[in-house]
């Protein structure tokens, strides 16, 4: 076992090291979001299927149905709305019904308006308000399952060309993506959590894994702080495959100046 280098005095063992990374990212959070530092986000090849989903639905008549998620305003939920918003232009702009199924959790009734805001925004921007529709954006329940059965429900009558599902879904994912594929629409989605990321690949015509879908968000929003999380979160890679490569190198030496200095 690791011997720490030092002990710092009401901070416990081992979050010594932890506390200065949470700081450091704070910090590098703040610097990017101030003034008009521009970060760079590539596209995420994830948009093209998407775009692709909602033109074979204004192909074939058919609506899209498109969820942001059913938890409050967290990470993935934000990430969502972002995606959110750019189906919905394109359905405005290609005269394509959009769905939004809505709840899910308490914590939803607060992202509701916002989705809905979106969604008329995008609408009044495409210069068609009179297309937008807010009997569209239901509100199924505050329950997560009884959540997911109002959203199998509208995939069954409405019979959806395509259904995008990204932002906070959890285990009710699988459920909507299989009701997806049995009525024919291409699916495509984002796991919230890694555990559900290999079941969902397997029921989705598309999937963006990891930090794809944020990674979208950030690229759809030009929101500073979207953008800033990212960039943060690759800067913090690089820490730590510099610090695993520099550990094993020099533990190989017996030396164990990292994972002692990781032990703080």
């Given at each position: 076992?690791?011997?720490?280098?030092?002990?710092?005095?009401?901070?416990?063992?081992?979050?010594?090291?932890?506390?200065?990374?949470?700081?450091?990212?704070f910090?590098?959070?703040?610097?990017?979001?101030?003034?008009?530092?521009?970060?760079?986000?590539?596209?995420?090849?994830?948009?093209?299927?998407?775009?692709e989903?909602?033109?074979?639905?204004?192909?074939?008549?058919?609506?899209?149905?498109?969820s942001?998620g059913?938890?409050?305003?967290?990470?993935w939920?934000l990430?969502?709305?972002?995606?959110?918003?750019?189906?919905?232009?394109?359905?405005?702009?290609?005269?394509?019904?959009?769905?939004?199924?809505?709840?899910?959790?308490?914590?939803?009734?607060?992202v509701?308006?916002?989705a809905?805001?979106?969604?008329?925004?995008?609408y009044?921007?495409?210069?068609?308000?009179?297309?937008?529709?807010?009997?569209?954006?239901?509100?199924?329940?505050?329950q997560?399952?009884?959540?997911?059965?109002?959203?199998?429900?509208?995939?069954?009558?409405?019979?959806?060309?395509?259904?995008?599902?990204?932002?906070?879904?959890?285990?009710?994912a699988?459920?909507?993506?299989?009701?997806?594929?049995?009525?024919?629409?291409?699916?495509?989605?984002?796991?919230?959590?890694?555990?559900n990321?290999?079941?969902?690949?397997?029921?989705?015509?598309?999937?963006?894994?990891?930090?794809?879908?944020?990674?979208?968000?950030?690229?759809?929003?030009d929101?500073?702080?979207?953008?800033?999380?990212?960039?943060?979160?690759?800067?913090?890679?690089?820490?730590?495959l510099?610090?695993?490569?520099?550990?094993?190198?020099?533990?190989?030496?017996?030396?164990?100046?990292?994972?002692?200095?990781?032990?703080?």
């Open positions: 076992m690791a011997t720490p280098l030092f002990q710092v005095p009401l901070i416990a063992e081992g979050r010594f090291i932890g506390l200065i990374l949470d700081i450091l990212i910090a590098l959070v703040l610097y990017y979001t101030s003034g008009d530092k521009k970060i760079y986000i590539r596209r995420v090849a994830g948009l093209d299927a998407i775009e989903a909602v033109g074979r639905a204004a192909e074939m008549g058919k609506p899209v149905v498109a942001y059913l938890g409050g305003f967290t990470y939920t990430a969502g709305l972002s995606i959110l918003s750019h189906v919905a232009g394109l359905s405005a702009k290609t005269g394509t019904r959009l769905i939004v199924p809505t709840g899910g959790s308490t914590s939803s009734l607060i509701r308006p916002v809905e805001e979106i969604v008329k925004t995008a009044t921007m495409e210069g068609v308000p009179d297309q937008y529709n807010p009997d569209d954006l239901p509100f199924l329940s505050g997560q399952y009884a959540y997911v059965g109002g959203y199998v429900g509208i995939l069954q009558r409405t019979r959806p060309a395509s259904v995008i599902m990204t932002g906070s879904h959890w285990s009710d699988m459920n909507i993506a299989e009701t997806s594929n049995a009525v024919g629409a291409i699916t495509i989605t984002s796991g919230a959590y890694i555990s990321v290999a079941a969902l690949a397997c029921a989705s015509d598309y999937i963006l894994i990891g930090e794809e879908a944020p990674a979208a968000g950030a690229y759809l929003s929101d500073p702080s979207q953008r800033a999380s990212i960039r943060v979160q690759d800067i913090f890679k690089w820490i730590a510099g610090c695993i490569i520099l550990g094993l190198v020099l533990s190989n030496m017996g030396i164990n100046i990292v994972e002692n200095l990781l032990s703080t």
